[in-house]
């Protein structure tokens, strides 16, 4: 498998993760998001999105977004199993996970801020506070969720790690780069640090990528 | 079953839809948005996020996030499927409709508009053109991820409506509110219309619902 994406992408990081917990192994392809090397003619040829990052199996096939490739990943590698089994459980699990990737990640993506900074002239400021915006109104009501929820253990959804997690930890990785406080999150952050202690995922963090910095 | 939720939302119509193919009967809660209802203290414990849809269950327990309720009815019933079963076709359709769930509506719905036009002074116009970007952005790759591939049909995946023409569905709607210009898309248009002339679509619809125009 060959992995396409880009070390700081936290839609990538969140694939990482779950390619690493379920021990698989793949070929790292960098693209420059910053050098808009996902929007090249051979990039579009495999997916014509232009985004990161996309999947690419043995037999040619080329899979796209990231939610889609983890429950793909789910079905034909179960274990260990992102999703819970019990159905309930698993609604909750991608409720948790779809928040952030639905509810931030789109909204504050590097093509969104690009866009943001040409089109509409933001500055870094003005990108910051639009950034730590959408971080809020998701994180407050998913620090409730958490919170307050008997099935959150060490990790979202009990004691093993899965789907949410993987999406929150690529998520607070990506809010460092805009210093957004996480003191109001005791729970998320609990639920990241237990993430990171993991190798699998301190091998999906953004600066352990071989493209970081460049 | 109690469906929370608001007659024009996109993602309230996907799910509308889905639960109408399922043959699924459930009790029609209207909030308005625009009025703010969705934040009131009652939904907020309901839905700590403050958005639509919402699928309350018979036992009170409380669903959220459109797309996970899509996962979780294609799991607590299966018949007539959302999703094909073989696993790369269910990757492709989960694929086509989280372009649409994850890259046009997060950016597109009532609230990020409602921010632009408070915080940024957005007009008319301008919202009318950034809602048109980001529809073009994926419709453009989405027409040609449909048109190009030997398993698009009468619907994104074979000859059966499911989890992608329910994203495709609601967000065509959506679209004719900001008069987007959906020439470029003839594969859309077509799985749009082969949708339209079913009546579990036709009666998830905005316009067909109890709230609409209130």
């Not at 309930?88 to 900074?117: C, D, Q, S």
């Amino acid at each position: 498998m060959i992995l396409h994406n880009f070390f700081r992408s936290s839609t990538s990081t969140r694939l990482r993760a779950a390619l690493n917990l379920k021990g698989l192994e793949y070929e790292y392809k960098a693209y420059s998001l910053v050098k808009g090397e996902a929007d090249s003619p051979d990039y579009l040829r495999l997916n014509p999105q232009g985004l990161v990052p996309s999947l690419e199996l043995d037999d040619g096939t080329v899979l796209t977004q990231s939610l889609a490739i983890m429950e793909w990943l789910d079905e034909q590698h179960p274990e260990p199993p992102l999703l819970p089994a019990d159905p309930l459980a698993r609604a909750r699990v991608r409720a948790l996970g779809h928040a952030v990737g639905l509810e931030i990640h789109p909204l504050n993506n590097l093509r969104v801020l690009t866009y943001l900074k040409r089109r509409h002239g933001f500055d870094d400021a003005m990108v910051k506070t639009w950034f730590t915006h959408w971080v809020e109104a998701t994180f407050a009501p998913l620090e409730q969720m958490l919170g307050g929820h008997p099935k959150t253990g060490d990790f979202c959804h009990g004691d093993s790690p899965g789907f949410a997690d993987c999406c929150i930890y690529a998520q607070v990785w990506n809010n460092r780069r805009f210093d957004v406080d996480m003191a109001p999150y005791p729970t998320i952050n609990r639920i990241f640090a237990n993430c990171d202690a993991l190798d699998a995922f301190a091998r999906a963090a953004p600066m352990a990528q071989p493209d970081a910095l460049t």
